[in-house]
């Protein structure tokens, strides 16, 4: 009886593995065919033929590359500067005393309940006023700011986990509090900032709303917009759509995979909300 | 062309200068009749001992902790700067403006143009069977999702956490892949995979291998269809979240308990009833409250697979509001639905969060 039950859930997970990892083998499959029909035919698919001919006609169409290259640049820069902000505000909320702090911290906190998406709309007057409106600087500020909250409250936590001692350390040594952010902070956080850089990175790498509401110039664009440009309005070239969406979501599964560990524990970590 | 937008930079600016010395002026004087209940307990004996006579005692101490305040204030300045400045620019002044533009009717190329409408955007929204329709289908979705990806999830967890799986980080990983693949990939798989006609991968199986059906179904021409490739999509793309978040907890319960029931002849059933879910309630809370709120805000599936179609019978709170914006370029309409939209979050966010609050559970 034991082994029969061990059986059953055993089949119960493997269907469920299947459910889950089929569709993403029937799209590989789609984009490992030759442009044929627009929407080819299962046998087509399941017959074995492949091509990368979908693959090298993506890479090479609709500025595509530039798409790419634009999405590494925003992405990368994004993380680069939420970590820098993020942390130091962080390291100012765990280890200075000042007036109405905890207001202020509660005042964060309280951004992060809003959805983003609500505040898509004053967010986009607010850049229009700066005239900063299809400019990579508008976007990145965007990106960064709304990041910060979140960021910022992740961050405070494992900074007051680090022992005092450490800061009178430098201090007696006659540092200053951004020596002791510096060379005690910084280098100690790795591993939460390491998982904050990852969760940034690929956040900002499939953002799609305010990338489409703030870039109106088409070089400027970023992939997840740029995948869109391949439904046509007639009928869609699926493999095309396929293989562009794969040599997309490549880097973020790279991630995912090398450093798994870190992932999971991004989304589970305390205050990530999800959606 | 130039001196307009400056004239209008200038505004934003003015506006937010304003805010910024009044809320410091606030600040200063608040905090300068606020007895301190922190702050460095050595320098304020140090100022008591200082203080000469009684009668300026109390002004000294007034002047010292100010003093004090604005020290602090002084060294954590330039880390909590940049900070700061970016959240209250691009998040908290765009609440409080999303409120204010939601007054008006607001245009955006000459937003001082815009008319003062008072509250007919609200009255509006609760006139507009479109609205209905849009809610319908938010709750709708939650109603379908967030019970779905709940039951599935803590079903494949409990089933990955039995003892004699050895492939734990296998299962884990693939059933986590839906989850961190980007939104845009998947709303373009699933409209492939239920494409119309017997080719679509669904239809294929249903209807030429299985002949479960009389003819293909064309998924996203019918209203209901459509939802349920949407709903399909919501529920299969977050099972994984779920599934990942109950295998750590359930890795922290105590191995005794069950041991205990196992020796009193419970069996699993029994023990998942009253050993496992009445433990995992903590956990439980935390996923449905984060499951409703992802789950109101549904957009990009819609937005993506069926564009609100079949002629706006699937659209959603967050889709009609985008569409009012930036297709009909009605700001302040969408600016009163997010309004209502943010309040009804915040108020589930809330109820859930006094639920959440109470529950303290200890073995």
């Given at each position: 009886?034991?082994?029969?039950?061990k059986?059953?859930?055993y089949?119960?997970?493997i269907?469920g593995?299947f459910?889950?990892?089929?569709?993403?083998?029937?799209?590989?499959?789609?984009?490992?065919?030759?442009?044929?029909?627009?929407?080819?035919r299962?046998?087509?698919?399941?017959?074995?033929?492949?091509s990368?001919?979908?693959?090298?006609?993506?890479?090479?169409?609709?500025?595509f590359?530039?798409?790419?290259?634009?999405?590494?640049?925003?992405?990368s820069?994004t993380?680069v500067f939420?970590l820098?902000f993020?942390?130091?505000?962080?390291?100012?909320?765990?280890?200075?005393?000042?007036?109405?702090?905890e207001?202020?911290f509660?005042l964060?906190?309280?951004t992060?309940?809003?959805p983003?998406?609500?505040?898509?709309?004053p967010?986009?007057?607010?850049l229009?006023s700066?005239?900063?409106?299809?400019t990579?600087?508008?976007l990145?500020?965007?990106?960064?700011?709304?990041?910060?909250?979140?960021n910022?409250f992740?961050?405070?936590g494992f900074?007051?986990?680090?022992?005092?001692?450490?800061?009178?350390s430098?201090?007696?040594?006659?540092?200053?509090?951004?020596?002791i952010y510096?060379?005690?902070?910084?280098?100690l956080?790795k591993?939460?900032?390491g998982?904050?850089?990852?969760?940034?990175?690929?956040?900002?790498?499939?953002?799609?709303?305010i990338?489409?509401?703030v870039?109106?110039?088409?070089?400027?664009?970023?992939?997840?917009i740029?995948?869109?440009?391949?439904q046509?309005?007639?009928?869609?070239?699926?493999?095309?759509?396929?293989?562009?969406s794969i040599?997309?979501?490549?880097?973020i599964i790279l991630?995912f995979?090398?450093?798994?560990?870190?992932?999971?524990?991004?989304?589970?970590?305390?205050?990530?909300?999800?959606? | 062309?130039i001196?307009?937008?400056?004239?209008?930079a200038?505004?934003?600016?003015h506006?937010?200068?304003?805010t910024?010395?009044?809320?410091?002026?606030?600040?200063?004087l608040?905090d300068?009749?606020i007895?301190?209940?922190?702050?460095?307990?050595?320098?304020?004996?140090k100022?008591a001992?200082?203080i000469?006579s009684k009668?300026?005692?109390?002004l000294?101490r007034i002047?010292?902790?100010?003093?004090?305040?604005?020290k602090?204030w002084?060294?954590?300045?330039?880390f909590?700067l940049?900070?700061f400045l970016?959240?209250?620019?691009?998040?908290?002044?765009?609440l409080?403006k999303?409120?204010?533009?939601?007054?008006?009717e607001?245009n955006?190329?000459?937003?001082k143009?815009?008319?003062?409408?008072?509250?007919?955007n609200?009255?509006?929204?609760?006139h507009?069977?479109?609205?209905l329709?849009a809610?319908?289908?938010?709750?709708?979705?939650s109603l379908v999702?967030v019970?779905?990806?709940?039951?599935?999830?803590?079903?494949?967890a409990v089933?990955?956490?039995?003892?004699?799986?050895?492939?734990?980080?296998?299962?884990?990983?693939a059933?986590?892949?839906?989850?961190?693949?980007?939104?845009?990939?998947v709303?373009?798989?699933?409209?492939?995979?239920?494409?119309?006609?017997?080719?679509?991968?669904i239809?294929?199986i249903l209807?030429?291998?299985?002949?479960l059906?009389?003819?293909?179904?064309?998924w996203?021409?019918n209203?209901?269809?459509?939802?349920i490739v949407?709903?399909?999509?919501?529920?299969?793309k977050?099972?994984?979240?779920?599934?990942?978040?109950?295998?750590a907890a359930?890795?922290?319960?105590?191995?005794?308990?069950?041991?205990?029931?196992?020796i009193?002849?419970a069996?699993?059933v029994?023990?998942?009833r009253h050993?496992t879910?009445?433990?995992?309630k903590?956990?439980t809370?935390?996923?449905?409250?984060?499951?409703?709120?992802?789950?109101?805000?549904?957009?990009?599936?819609?937005f993506?697979?069926t564009?609100?179609?079949?002629?706006?019978?699937t659209?959603?709170?967050l889709?009609?509001m985008y569409k009012q914006?930036f297709?009909?370029?009605d700001f302040?309409?969408?600016?009163?639905?997010s309004v209502?939209?943010g309040?009804?979050?915040?108020?589930i966010?809330?109820?859930?969060?006094?639920?959440?609050?109470?529950?303290?559970?200890?073995?």
């Amino acid at each position: 009886m034991r082994t029969f039950w061990k059986i059953a859930v055993y089949l119960v997970l493997i269907i469920g593995l299947f459910v889950v990892l089929a569709p993403f083998v029937y799209m590989l499959l789609t984009s490992l065919t030759g442009v044929a029909y627009t929407l080819p035919r299962p046998d087509e698919i399941l017959s074995g033929n492949l091509s990368f001919d979908n693959y090298l006609e993506a890479w090479s169409r609709n500025n595509f590359q530039q798409y790419f290259l634009n999405s590494i640049f925003v992405a990368s820069t994004t993380t680069v500067f939420a970590l820098f902000f993020s942390s130091m505000t962080a390291y100012a909320f765990a280890r200075f005393e000042f007036p109405l702090k905890e207001l202020l911290f509660r005042l964060f906190l309280f951004t992060m309940m809003v959805p983003g998406v609500l505040n898509i709309i004053p967010q986009f007057t607010v850049l229009k006023s700066l005239g900063l409106v299809d400019t990579y600087r508008g976007l990145l500020l965007l990106y960064v700011g709304i990041g910060i909250a979140g960021n910022t409250f992740f961050l405070r936590g494992f900074f007051e986990r680090i022992p005092r001692e450490l800061d009178e350390s430098v201090i007696i040594d006659g540092g200053s509090k951004w020596t002791i952010y510096r060379r005690i902070y910084l280098p100690l956080s790795k591993p939460a900032l390491g998982t904050l850089a990852i969760f940034t990175f690929s956040g900002a790498w499939d953002e799609f709303f305010i990338a489409l509401t703030v870039m109106k110039t088409e070089a400027k664009r970023t992939l997840p917009i740029a995948l869109q440009l391949f439904q046509g309005q007639h009928a869609t070239d699926w493999g095309l759509v396929f293989a562009a969406s794969i040599i997309a979501i490549i880097p973020i599964i790279l991630i995912f995979i090398i450093f798994q560990k870190s992932f999971v524990q991004s989304s589970t970590g305390e205050g990530a909300i999800k959606g | 062309m130039i001196g307009y937008r400056q004239r209008f930079a200038g505004n934003l600016f003015h506006n937010i200068l304003f805010t910024f010395v009044s809320f410091f002026i606030i600040v200063c004087l608040v905090d300068s009749f606020i007895r301190p209940e922190k702050g460095v307990p050595v320098l304020q004996k140090k100022i008591a001992k200082n203080i000469r006579s009684k009668s300026s005692a109390y002004l000294k101490r007034i002047k010292a902790r100010s003093r004090l305040h604005f020290k602090q204030w002084w060294s954590v300045l330039p880390f909590l700067l940049l900070g700061f400045l970016a959240v209250a620019v691009l998040v908290v002044y765009p609440l409080i403006k999303g409120v204010y533009m939601s007054f008006f009717e607001y245009n955006i190329l000459f937003p001082k143009l815009s008319t003062f409408i008072g509250v007919e955007n609200y009255s509006r929204i609760f006139h507009d069977p479109k609205i209905l329709l849009a809610l319908r289908n938010t709750l709708l979705y939650s109603l379908v999702t967030v019970p779905g990806q709940w039951i599935i999830g803590i079903f494949i967890a409990v089933l990955i956490n039995a003892q004699f799986i050895k492939q734990k980080i296998l299962f884990r990983t693939a059933f986590y892949i839906p989850v961190i693949t980007s939104w845009v990939v998947v709303s373009f798989l699933f409209r492939y995979l239920f494409a119309d006609g017997k080719y679509g991968l669904i239809n294929f199986i249903l209807y030429e291998k299985l002949h479960l059906l009389s003819q293909p179904i064309s998924w996203l021409q019918n209203e209901w269809t459509a939802l349920i490739v949407i709903w399909l999509l919501g529920i299969w793309k977050g099972v994984g979240w779920v599934m990942v978040i109950y295998l750590a907890a359930l890795q922290s319960l105590p191995r005794n308990l069950y041991e205990a029931a196992e020796i009193d002849g419970a069996n699993a059933v029994k023990m998942f009833r009253h050993l496992t879910l009445p433990l995992l309630k903590p956990t439980t809370l935390f996923i449905i409250i984060n499951l409703l709120i992802g789950s109101f805000n549904v957009f990009i599936q819609v937005f993506l697979i069926t564009d609100g179609g079949p002629m706006g019978k699937t659209e959603v709170l967050l889709s009609y509001m985008y569409k009012q914006a930036f297709k009909f370029t009605d700001f302040g309409y969408a600016s009163a639905i997010s309004v209502l939209m943010g309040v009804l979050i915040f108020l589930i966010t809330w109820t859930q969060q006094k639920a959440l609050g109470k529950e303290k559970i200890e073995f």
